[in-house]
């Protein structure tokens, strides 16, 4: 059984998400309160937060923030703000989803299932060091370090970051990638990938106008270029 916090103003949204999520076996909890939703997941292991932007009291991108400085747990953002910029932006603070309502919570549903299975199946726990150890990924661990010190991921960072690694030598299309962060379902952009993308090279790459790690192939995807 998971656990999913619901940081959500509208009480009767939350209950149509808590009524769905746990016929699906999910544990949920509920706040209307960004303040309160972080209080919460201080002290309970949360493996998803569905969070809401339009809170009363604080921002969602600031709860998004505050969680991101402590912790990797998948963030899916729901709000009115429907244009591609707002959607980068949420990315950019650490989003791993962004939904648009009105939504169909049989399709938040679903993506929270998909999310789960996708964590279930990846099995192939591997240790991968590049450079003299300047660059460890631990898959088991969902850790990154560089130069001895560990990097804050997001989820769907890590997965791009893992997906290039054990395709070393390959080029991944943007779609591809796409479908490895969200399943074959997902309904990503692009340029979703390009924000990823340029979020981890500011975090790995000593010039990330000059990347060794996350390589560039024009108009076709991206491959990963890092030494053992």
């Known amino acids: ?37 972080i209080e919460i997941f201080e002290t309970i292991d949360f493996k998803l937060i569905i969070l809401d932007l339009m809170l009363p009291d604080i921002s969602g991108e600031e709860v998004c923030k505050i969680i991101r400085q402590s ?6 953002m729901l709000t009115a703000k429907g244009t591609l910029n707002e959607k980068i932006d949420g990315l950019n603070i650490g ?22 299975r996708r964590l279930l199946s990846e099995s192939k726990a591997s240790n991968f ?30 997965d791009i970051l893992y997906a290039l690694i054990i395709n070393k030598g390959n080029v991944l299309s943007r779609e591809q990638l796409l479908c490895k962060i969200g399943g074959i379902d997902f309904d990503g952009y692009d340029r979703t990938i390009d924000v990823h993308i340029k979020n981890i ?21 991206y491959k990963f270029g890092g030494g053992n």
């Open 201 to 221: 090279r500011k975090k790995i790459e000593e010039d990330t106008k000059k990347p060794k790690y996350i390589i560039t192939v024009m108009k076709v995807g």
């Open 95 to 116: 989003a791993d989803e962004y939904l648009v309502k009105p939504f169909s919570p049989r399709e938040l549903t679903a993506r929270v299932n998909s999310l789960f």
């Open 129 to 158: 060091s590049f450079d003299d150890e300047i660059l460890i990924v631990d898959y088991e661990k969902r850790s990154v370090k560089l130069n001895g010190e560990e990097v804050q991921f997001t989820p769907n960072e890590f």
């Open 1 to 37: 059984m998971y656990n999913i916090l619901i940081i959500e103003d509208e009480e009767k949204v939350s209950e149509v998400l808590k009524a769905y999520l746990e016929k699906e076996g999910y544990k949920v909890y509920c706040t209307t309160k960004g303040l309160k939703g």
């Open 71 to 76: 912790s990797d747990v998948h963030i899916f």
